[in-house]
């Protein structure tokens, strides 16, 4: 809804300057003043996305975007100077710079692995939505009332976005981004790209996607003037093709879940790149509007999977308490390519001409893709040898009925999070009374369980043995180690940290019967607590 507001007002500040200057180059400061600061400042709000506690700062971000929207109201209201008017509108681009980050960075948490691809799609489809009817929106509230209207209705999206935000009950954790005070300001942002660099299918992905935001800002000059002189429907025709483009991600949305579960991403981007590329020759050979509009349809759909494998491989990819400045930096590549593709393709059309330009974009850029094939190929290998080193974890997670509902994705990230731990015949693994902060699965070996619970003896409570598993009781009722756990030969673990097997569980809440049997399990040795903790349970049903 925000978003959808901001275009509005976008486009109804555009008008108002036009207006009150009958200048495009007051129209052409007003983009630039907007869209330079955002870039210049991209990279350090992904520091500032990281340093505060997330869900606070949309907050903080969301109220403040509400007071200098209706700032702008006023001066538009009151025929304030142009350029105070740009001054504020640049203000609110700053902010959004970091509220992307913050957002991006959230959603993990928010939605887990299971439906995080999902989620990225539907994200996306719901921009290109906006596209399609924020524009529209500008125009409908133009009809309707003065310019200023438009602004209000932005602020009160603001609004309504932070009281919305606001109940989210999810809490990030604030990063010492200075690293104890060593990191300055430039070596905090350079922490987003080292973590991009770091993982190859991430820098892959990356690149590729920055190449699609490059082609991007050449569509939007090239556009207008597709519009003008080969489908004759003016320069206004510029917002009939970018909803062509809308159009497409949107009917692509529901497949991007199954494409990006494929074991193969590389032919993906590249089919995502062709897409998204090829079809711009057809506006050599035809002037016809359908054709044009249907033209960016496709390219709309290959476009959204690039961007969403590259989204996508970030959030899975990268440690979680690096994740805004990640985006900081993605955020940071992304715009500075539409800006060149932007500030190039006008060189291009007046020393060469449309035709030139559109054999650029449409074969040359896409031929140019191809060289990444051996890189495509080592990521591939790459995350296919990971998933073979990875599938030993994964089989032992998958006989634990504790994860039973949790998707594939999700068991295999898990995997990759634990450890093993080799254990001493006499050893004790864990002890009661101590803090829990992991869970085990026995790969081979055998251990003793004793306790003293809540009488004065110690008493042996059996044997585990492999494919068994200890230590959720702790994790899942949030109380200190309920027993002991020994090796009675030596043994192998699988250990998985506390936090990780919290988030697990989060993304699919284990079923009563499962819950039930760690209570049984704590009735044996600590009744008075399992008591307690049955009576703080919701009933199901």
Request: aromatic share 6%; hydrophobic share 50%.
């Amino acid at each position: 809804m925000s978003v959808a507001c901001s275009w509005a007002y976008n486009v109804a500040l555009t008008v108002w300057i036009f207006q009150e200057t009958g200048s495009a180059a007051w129209v052409g400061a007003a983009t630039i003043g907007r869209f330079v600061p955002a870039l210049l400042f991209s990279a350090y709000a992904g520091v500032i996305a990281e340093r505060f506690e997330r869900v606070r700062l949309m907050v903080v971000l969301d109220l403040a975007s509400t007071v200098v929207m209706l700032g702008l109201a006023l001066q538009t209201a009151l025929h304030a100077p142009v350029a105070l008017a740009i001054f504020t509108a640049a203000l609110t681009s700053v902010m959004g710079t970091v509220y992307e980050p913050a957002a991006t960075a959230f959603t993990p948490q928010l939605v887990g692995e299971r439906d995080l691809g999902s989620a990225n799609a539907l994200r996306n489809t719901l921009d290109n939505v906006v596209v399609i009817a924020g524009p529209a929106l500008g125009a409908v509230l133009l009809l309707v009332g003065p310019v200023y209207v438009a602004m209000l209705v932005n602020a009160a999206s603001f609004l309504a976005s932070a009281v919305i935000v606001q109940r989210i009950h999810t809490r990030s954790k604030p990063v010492d981004v200075t690293e104890g005070g060593e990191a300055g300001p430039f070596r905090q942002m350079l922490v987003g790209v080292k973590a991009i660099t770091s993982s190859q299918t991430a820098a892959v992905l990356v690149a590729y996607s920055v190449v699609a935001s490059f082609i991007f800002g050449v569509d939007t000059v090239q556009f207008v003037i597709v519009s003008r002189d080969v489908l004759g429907t003016g320069a206004e025709g510029y917002g009939y093709l970018l909803m062509g483009l809308g159009v497409g991600g949107v009917l692509i949305a529901g497949l991007v879940t199954r494409i990006e579960r494929l074991p193969r991403l590389g032919p993906v981007i590249l089919l995502g790149m062709a897409l998204y590329c090829v079809p711009t020759l057809l506006f050599l050979t035809t002037s016809s509007p359908a054709v044009g509009f249907a033209v960016e349809v496709v390219r709309g759909a290959g476009t959204l999977v690039v961007d969403v494998m590259a989204l996508t491989a970030l959030q899975r990819a990268l440690p979680s308490d690096q994740m805004g400045r990640v985006f900081g930096a993605f955020g940071a590549l992304v715009l500075g390519a539409i800006v060149l593709g932007a500030y190039v393709t006008p060189l291009a059309i007046n020393g060469f001409g449309l035709d030139t330009t559109l054999w650029l974009s449409g074969a040359v850029i896409p031929a140019l893709c191809l060289l990444g094939i051996p890189a495509l190929r080592s990521m591939d290998r790459e995350a296919i040898g990971r998933r073979a080193e990875l599938a030993p974890r994964v089989d032992l997670l998958e006989q634990c009925d504790l994860f039973a509902a949790i998707s594939p994705g999700a068991l295999e990230q898990l995997a990759g999070a634990a450890t093993y731990a080799d254990v001493a015949a006499g050893e004790a693994v864990v002890r009661e009374g101590e803090e829990a902060d992991a869970f085990f699965v026995i790969v081979e070996g055998r251990l003793a369980v004793s306790a003293r619970g809540e009488g004065a003896a110690e008493q042996a409570l059996g044997e585990l043995r492999a494919g068994q598993y200890f230590g959720e009781i702790g994790l899942i009722e949030r109380i200190p180690r309920t027993a002991t756990v020994t090796g009675v030969e030596r043994s192998r673990l699988l250990r998985v940290g506390g936090p990780d097997f919290v988030d697990a569980l989060t993304e699919a809440t284990p079923s009563v019967a499962l819950l039930e049997g760690a209570s049984a399990r704590l009735r044996r040795t600590h009744p008075s607590l399992a008591a307690v903790h049955h009576a703080d349970r919701p009933e199901s049903g």
